[in-house]
């Protein structure tokens, strides 16, 4: 009799294992991800969120192959080399006053407001330049949404910072440099700057708002490969600004670095050495209709196919 108590005890132990096993086991990621043909060279592009959560691992077997075979990892830019880091030492903060001498008073307020909420101290803000503050500020909201104990683990999970731990041993290269992009921030007008800040901050501070957010669907959406989804919250945001404003965001973030990229990734695929390239970028630049980085590679006469790990729904 205690045999068969042992035995179904046991059974019941080893059924509740199999179950927790299941439940806990993840679909692998689709990513947005798409291989470029027509060039010397092969080229495989995925699509990055710069944040993330453990939603969107492990990557699909299409993705990790297409990583194993690559030879040289190109990325956006180098955020570690040490010229960057003084690049963002020399750009980030304000050569004379404070953050109250170029915001208005109601834009200072709720930034204080963020920071005591937060546990910032003002007095390192009061230094940085309203772009930076924006910066900081939205690193680390994006955290608190994805269920991510800080900004640091946020970005570990981010798509960049995966692929990086992959390419070990690989080649790398870049197609912009730290700086370049700093100072396209740098040069975004003052009323762009401060109305990023102020969106960002009353998003922190409106638990509403901060629920409504999709941010927190983004590992989804990358895990799912829904290009559409972000093209569609692109869009929404956009129309959240004055038009003007987000004219002049999008014609420097966005279109301006398309171009460049493209430059950047032609000369890669007409290459005379051969290799096999692996390129990581920011969805933005990839998921919008006729402004993205493979329109712009199409449009060169290169060809653009999506990447499924199984066949698309």
Known sequence: MKDNRRKRAAFLVLLMMLLFLCSCSAQPSQGICYRITGGRNSMVILGSIHVGNKQMEPYGEHILHEMQQADVFVFECDNEDPAALQAAQDLMFLESGTLADVLLPECYGLVSRVCRQENFAMTVMDQMKPWAVSSVLTTDAAAGQLGVR??????????????????????????????????????????????????????????????????????????????????????????????????????????????????????????????RYFVTVGLMHLVLPRDSILWELEQRGYTVERLWLEENP
């Open 150 to 275: 800080n900004a640091q683990k946020a970005m570990e999970y981010g798509v960049e910072n995966t692929v990086l731990r992959y390419a070990e041993g690989k080649e790398l290269c870049y197609l912009e440099t730290a700086e370049q992009q700093l100072l396209l921030m740098d040069g975004m007008s003052m009323p762009l700057q401060q109305e990023m800040l102020w969106q960002t901050c009353t998003t922190i501070l409106d638990p509403q708002a901060a629920k409504n957010s999709t941010l927190s669907s983004w590992p989804k959406w990358w895990h799912d490969g829904d290009a559409e989804a972000f093209a569609r919250d692109y869009a929404l945001e956009d129309d959240a600004m004055d038009p003007l404003l987000a004219e002049e965001y999008h014609s420097a973030l966005v279109t301006g670095r398309n171009r460049q990229m493209a430059d950047g990734l032609c000369d890669l695929l007409e290459n005379e050495e051969s290799h």
